[in-house]
C-alpha cells in the first residue's frame, strides 16, 4: 500500500454537495437548452426550514439541537426524502440531498418531488429515551411541512423503523388518529413495507448487475469493494455475493477489512451486530477507509457519506465501475477524471433509487389500507430499476454524456416539462 502522506485525500476538506448539486444539474440544463427562469427555478429550493429546539436528557440536563427540512420541488407531487441524524449535518448538505431526491424521484417515474431533513446530533451518542424525546420534538417542529399529501419523511443515514414509527406516532397524536402514510420505512407492525429493509441495497445489486451486462464483464468473480457497511452497503454486498461476486473489502464508522480472497458478507454483518463494527473481523486484515477506496477491483460500492471520491484521490481510483448506494459521493471534478480513465460511474440518483421505489410503495399500500407480498414488491422494484437504466443509458448515449448527466437530462426534463406544463400561478 502506498505511504498515506502522499495522498491529499486523507486530510482534504469535504466538498460542498450543495455545489456539487448544483453543477451536476447545470451540465443537464446546458444539454437541455433550458430556458433561464426554468433554470433559476430549479436552481433553488421551493422551502425551507430550520429549527433549534430543546431536548431533555436524563441527568436533566437541557441540550438545544438544530434541525432542518428543506422541499426542492413539488413540481410532480408531493416531496419525499429522508431524514438524517448524524454531527456533520449542515443545511447546504440537506439542501443538495433535497435536490438530488427530486432528480431520484423523476428518473424513476415517481410522482413526487424531492425534500430532506436532518439534525445535527451524534445518535449513537444518545440513550434511547433521549433518541425518542429528539425525535418527537423535532417531528413537532417540522409538522407544519410534512404530511402523507404534503411531505413524506423516511430513513437516512442515523435513522431506523423505530425513529421513523415514533415520528408516525407523535404526527398521529396531534392529528387525533393514526396517519401510517405520513412516514416510509416503518416497522411491518405499523404498516411497513415487505422488502422495504432491503430496498436500497436490492436496488444497487440492480444496477450493478445491468451495469455488469452493458460492460461485458461477468459478475462471477468480480472483486467488489464496499465502503459504508450499513443497511444499503451489507445488503448489497449480501445480495452481489448470491450473483457470484467476491467481496474483498468493506468498511463502516469504525475502520475497514480487507481480504483478497474473499470475505462473507453475512458473518460480517453478524460481527459488526456483535461488537459494533467491522473491525477486527477474524477472516479479513484492517484497513482504512481512504485506502480501501484505491483497492484494485471491478466494482466499487461507495455506501457512506457524500464527497468520498474527489479531484485528490480519483486517480488513484482502479476499478471498472462505480455504483453510488450513497448520495453523491462522487464529486463532479472526480467523475471528470473518472469518465477521462473509462470508468462506468452508475449514479446515486439511479442505483440507490431502490429506497424510495419501495417508499412509493409503502405509501401507496398505506393510503389504499391493502398490502402486497414480498415477492410481489421485489417483482415491481425489478421492473423499474432494469426499465430506469436502460432508459438512462440509452439517454447518454444518444446524447453523447456520461451516465450521470444521462441521468439528470431524463429526470430535470421530466420535471421542467411539468413545471412548463402547469404555469406560474397566479
Not at 421551493?46 to 440536563?61: A, C, G, H, I
Not at 448470491?242 to 470475505?263: F, H, L, M, P
Not at 473481523?281 to 468520498?308: F, H, K
Not at 484521490?313 to 455504483?323: E, F, G, H, L, S
Request: hydrophobic share 40%.
Amino acid at each position: 500500500m502506498a505511504d498515506r502522506s502522499a495522498k491529499a485525500a486523507a486530510t482534504a476538506p469535504r466538498a460542498d454537495p450543495w455545489q456539487a448539486a448544483r453543477q451536476q444539474f447545470s451540465a443537464a440544463a446546458d444539454v437541455l437548452g433550458l430556458k433561464r427562469g426554468v433554470r433559476d427555478l430549479l436552481l433553488e429550493p421551493k422551502r425551507e426550514l430550520t429549527v433549534n429546539f430543546p431536548v431533555e436528557f436524563q441527568d436533566e440536563s437541557v441540550r438545544v439541537f438544530t434541525g432542518y427540512r428543506v422541499h426542492h420541488s413539488t413540481v410532480l407531487g408531493p416531496t419525499k426524502g429522508g431524514i438524517r441524524y448524524h454531527p456533520d449535518v449542515t443545511l447546504n448538505e440537506v439542501r443538495a440531498l433535497a435536490m438530488w431526491m427530486t432528480w431520484k424521484c423523476a428518473v424513476v417515474g415517481l410522482p413526487y418531488g424531492g425534500a430532506k431533513g436532518g439534525v445535527v446530533c451524534n445518535p449513537k451518542e444518545l440513550s434511547r429515551r433521549e433518541l425518542e424525546r429528539l425525535t418527537r420534538r423535532y417531528t413537532t417542529e417540522i409538522i407544519p411541512l410534512i404530511g402523507p399529501e404534503s411531505d413524506i419523511p423516511a430513513p437516512d443515514v442515523g435513522t431506523t423503523p423505530q425513529v421513523m414509527a415514533w415520528l408516525m406516532d407523535t404526527y398521529s397524536m396531534h392529528r387525533g388518529y393514526s396517519v401510517p402514510a405520513v412516514v416510509t420505512g416503518k416497522p411491518l407492525a405499523i404498516g411497513g413495507s415487505a422488502g422495504r429493509v432491503e430496498a436500497t441495497g436490492r436496488g444497487v445489486m440492480i444496477a450493478a448487475r445491468e451495469a455488469a451486462r452493458h460492460l461485458g464483464m461477468p459478475l462471477a468473480g468480480a472483486r467488489v469493494v464496499v465502503q459504508g457497511y450499513g443497511n444499503v452497503g451489507s445488503i448489497a454486498a449480501q445480495l452481489l455475493a448470491e450473483q457470484g461476486c467476491r467481496i474483498i473489502a468493506a468498511s463502516d464508522s469504525t475502520g475497514g477489512v480487507y481480504n483478497e480472497k474473499g470475505i462473507d458478507p453475512s458473518a460480517l454483518l453478524r460481527h459488526k451486530g456483535r461488537t459494533g463494527g467491522v473491525v477486527n473481523y477474524g477472516a479479513a486484515d484492517g484497513i482504512t477507509n481512504d485506502d480501501l477506496l484505491e483497492l484494485p477491483c471491478e466494482l466499487l460500492v461507495p455506501s457512506a457519506l457524500e464527497g468520498q471520491i474527489a479531484a485528490e484521490n480519483a486517480p488513484r481510483i482502479k476499478t471498472r465501475m462505480i455504483v453510488e448506494g450513497a448520495n453523491g459521493p462522487v464529486t463532479p471534478e472526480a467523475d471528470r477524471i473518472l469518465n477521462a480513465a473509462g470508468v462506468l460511474v452508475v449514479p446515486d440518483i439511479l442505483a440507490n433509487a431502490g429506497g424510495v421505489i419501495v417508499s412509493y410503495f409503502e405509501w401507496v399500500q398505506d393510503l389504499q389500507s391493502f398490502f402486497w407480498s414480498e415477492e410481489e414488491i421485489n417483482k415491481r422494484l425489478e421492473g423499474i430499476m432494469v426499465r430506469s437504466f436502460r432508459e438512462v443509458l440509452a439517454t447518454s448515449q444518444e446524447k453523447s454524456v456520461e451516465m450521470r448527466t444521462g441521468a439528470l437530462v431524463r429526470a430535470v426534463g421530466r420535471v421542467a416539462d411539468a413545471l412548463l406544463l402547469r404555469g406560474i400561478y397566479p
